[in-house]
């Protein structure tokens, strides 16, 4: 029981580990993380189905454990040693094919091996009279608990590597303690791993940079926050920072200027301002030189902040008189409600790329921002965006903001360019721009870039025109909101038109005849696999299975993103939910497993066999009504429901490991590796189709028919077959 509990910790800590470096070095781009994620349950899925030929011995087990010991530091050194190998410059992308490799290569060998673990430390558990319900709950407590342990040493401060470190030493650890049979030498052993890990310990910080300086030649300094690796560089007195390996910004760039210079403009005599985001990057800073009395910036990350003020001390132009900056930390949505109100509000966040950073971009948000300005008070988003030619997913994204923004404020402004600007207002806002220049003058600003004659030239050139006739006559892909944050899917396809330009001019053609016949397709499919999984019982519960790891994996999704747009990304929070997901799992196979019996008591009872898909269909259900009602959005409500997810999801394995007929040996095999790729299909599904296709809600609701079908598949008495 205790290796079992030991392989569950050690897979979520290799998971989390390899998964995190990956997003470090690949851009933090969602896109690329889904498809890291997929791989990592894809290689344990088959890892396990794989694992049905190992005997089910300590020294196999014990081969496993210290095969992970050793490839989760190596997979660290190969992510990193992916730029100079392949000759990229820091913040460059890698080809696309090349990235899929590269994670191919990080994510799948350690997946593989916790795959392979699963059958024979179950077996030796079955030796010793535990069932197979149970081998699965205990391994899922370790999951739970590896969850918990790894959450909670990145909110301590402990880096990446620190964590690598601790994860080698704990498997090869456990290693000895299964192989090695003499207490003597196990305890010798133990005693020398647990010196070379606190020797590493002390020489954790220097290794860690001495391997970020293959992708960052230049680096100063660097740090793993619980939301992003900050890298500082400097060369030649030019001090840039990267944020998850993406160029972030420097200190010779006017970005942070620019906007606060246009966005101050757009008020005759702002008195209070609020800056969400753009800190680091000096938003606030070059706000002082308008002469605004009283400024709030609210930043995320408070690490990160640190990190960069000390290679990055504020820089202000002179103002007419002091200005006061005080800097919040903690969830914007959370603090906006407590603050205001204020004249002039800046979005200065990062782009919408993602379901959790969309929610500075919505209508709901928008809102939340329009109760909080004065009477004529003015709100600033900036975008990337195209000087002349614009793309098809960058004009939908654009709209779909466009119209969000349109339904909460009476007055917004576009104003185009390679940096798009976006100001909205309860009232009129001024389009001239000798206004525009006035103000600048009677404030004494000396701007870099928005002199008189730029002004001018951006409200008077007939690319504005242009961007204002795309806009309106964008097709309706309906505004971004919370609950579809339809946005990110043209982020997303923004981001693969860098490798693959034809992506940027593709449309759907056809209209509803080609929906339908996708439809259609989608249909005869799961038909046909419904057909081919009733012909014999062990189909069947693989397909429960599978039915009841996709559902999971995508409702787990649908409420981790609900919470973080309600709460933002309070990344112990997040933890937590994660730990309950798998604690869920943990007692669902553990108290199923006592209540399930035999395969034959199981028969006897045929109600049995189809409560679980029915149990899915309520869980999904009730994901789906929670979004009418909002305080089932907060940490309890969450909580609660992915608690109950779990529970089911266990509940089914359980289920199917009692109604497995014959081999035990192959019902571990079998079963967990079509519970894991069932994972692996609802994390690359929800994210990549159904959540930018569909929405939160209606994903729930999706689930729900899917869990439907699983109905079908109900194992039935006295049938065989494979």
């Known amino acids: 029981m205790i290796v079992l509990f030991a392989v569950g910790a050690l897979s979520m800590l290799a998971q989390v580990v390899v998964l995190r470096e990956l997003v470090a070095a690949l851009f933090g781009v969602e896109l690329l993380y889904v498809l890291a994620l997929g791989a990592w349950l894809a290689g344990t899925a088959a890892g396990a189905a794989a694992g049905r030929r190992l005997s089910a011995r300590s020294a196999v087990a014990a081969a496993g454990l210290g095969a992970l010991g050793l490839l989760v530091p190596a997979e660290l050194v190969l992510v990193r040693a992916a730029g100079s190998l392949t000759g990229a410059v820091p913040g460059a992308f890698l080809p696309f094919p090349t990235q899929v490799l590269w994670i191919l290569a990080a994510a799948l060998p350690p997946a593989v091996v916790c795959g392979l673990l699963f059958p024979p430390v179950a077996g030796m558990a079955s030796a010793r009279g535990t069932r197979l319900g149970r081998a699965y709950a205990i391994e899922s407590a370790g999951a739970a608990a590896g969850g918990a342990m790894v959450t909670l040493s990145f909110w301590l401060g402990a880096s990446t590597f620190q964590v690598v470190l601790v994860t080698s030493v704990l498997a090869l650890g456990t290693a000895v303690a299964v192989a090695v049979r003499r207490r003597v030498w196990a305890v010798s052993l133990l005693a020398l791993l647990a010196v070379a890990l606190a020797w590493s310990a002390s020489h954790a910080r220097s290794w860690d940079l001495s391997l970020l300086r293959w992708q960052y030649p230049a680096l100063v300094d660097a740090a ?29 760039g006017t970005s942070a200027e620019a906007f606060a210079d246009i966005a101050a403009l757009q008020h005759p005599g702002p008195q209070r301002a609020l800056v969400i985001g753009g800190g680091q990057e000096g938003v606030p800073d070059a706000l002082h030189a308008h002469g605004i009395p009283s400024i709030d910036n609210i930043e995320i990350d408070s690490r990160a902040h640190a990190l960069v003020r000390r290679h990055i001390p504020p820089v202000g132009r002179s103002a007419p008189w002091p200005a006061k900056t005080e800097v919040l930390f903690g969830e914007p949505r959370r603090l906006l409600d407590r603050a205001g109100p204020y004249d002039l509000m800046l979005v200065a966040t990062g782009e919408p790329t993602s379901g959790a950073s969309s929610r500075f971009y919505t209508r709901e948000f928008f809102r939340q921002c329009a109760r909080r300005l004065s009477p004529g008070g003015v709100l600033a988003v900036r975008l990337s965006a195209s000087d002349s030619v614009w793309p098809r997913p960058l004009l939908r994204r654009t709209s779909s903001i466009v119209s969000a923004m349109r339904l909460e404020f009476a007055s917004v402004e576009i104003v185009p360019g390679a940096t798009l600007y976006l100001f909205a207002s309860d009232k009129p806002l001024s389009s001239d721009p000798e206004v525009l220049a006035a103000r600048l003058a009677a404030r004494r600003v000396h701007a870099r870039l928005m002199t008189p004659p730029y002004l001018r030239y951006l409200y008077g050139n007939d690319r504005r025109d242009e961007a204002r006739r795309l806009l309106a006559t964008a097709p309706a892909g309906g505004p971004n909101r919370d609950a579809a944050p339809v946005c990110y899917q043209y982020a997303a396809m923004l981001w693969l038109a860098k490798f693959y330009p034809e ?97 034959s008591e199981a028969s006897t009872a045929p109600w049995r066999s189809r409560l679980p898909a029915a149990a899915l269909v309520a869980a999904a259900l009730m994901a789906w009504a929670s979004f009418a009602l909002p305080v089932m959005g907060n940490l309890l409500g969450t909580s609660v429901m992915l608690l109950a997810t779990g529970f089911i999801v266990g509940a089914c394995f359980s289920l199917a490991a009692a109604l497995w007929p014959g081999d035990r040996g192959w019902a571990s095999s079998s079963l967990y590796a079509a519970d894991v790729a069932g994972g692996s299909v609802g994390a690359l599904a929800a994210t990549v189709l159904l959540v930018p296709a569909a929405g939160l809600d209606r994903s729930a609701l999706l689930m729900a028919v899917v869990a439907a079908i699983l109905l079908l598949l109900r194992p039935r008495d006295g049938s065989a077959g494979r």
């Open 503 to 599: 992506l940027a001019v593709a449309t759907w053609t056809g209209g509803r005849v080609t929906r339908w016949m996708a439809v259609s397709g989608i249909a005869v499919v799961l038909g046909g696999a419904v057909a081919w999984l009733r012909r014999g019982r062990r189909r069947r519960l693989v397909g429960l299975l599978f039915g009841a790891g996709l559902i999971g994996m995508v409702l787990e999704t649908v409420l981790l993103l609900r919470y973080q747009v309600a709460n933002g990304i309070v990344y112990q929070q997040v933890g937590w939910l994660l730990t309950c997901f798998m604690g869920g799992l943990a007692a669902g196979a553990w108290l199923s497993s006592r209540t399930g019996g035999s395969t």
């Open 224 to 252: 793993d926050t619980p939301y992003a690796r900050v890298v500082v560089v400097r060369s030649h007195g030019q001090v840039a920072v990267f944020q998850n390996g993406a160029f972030a910004f420097d200190t010779e």
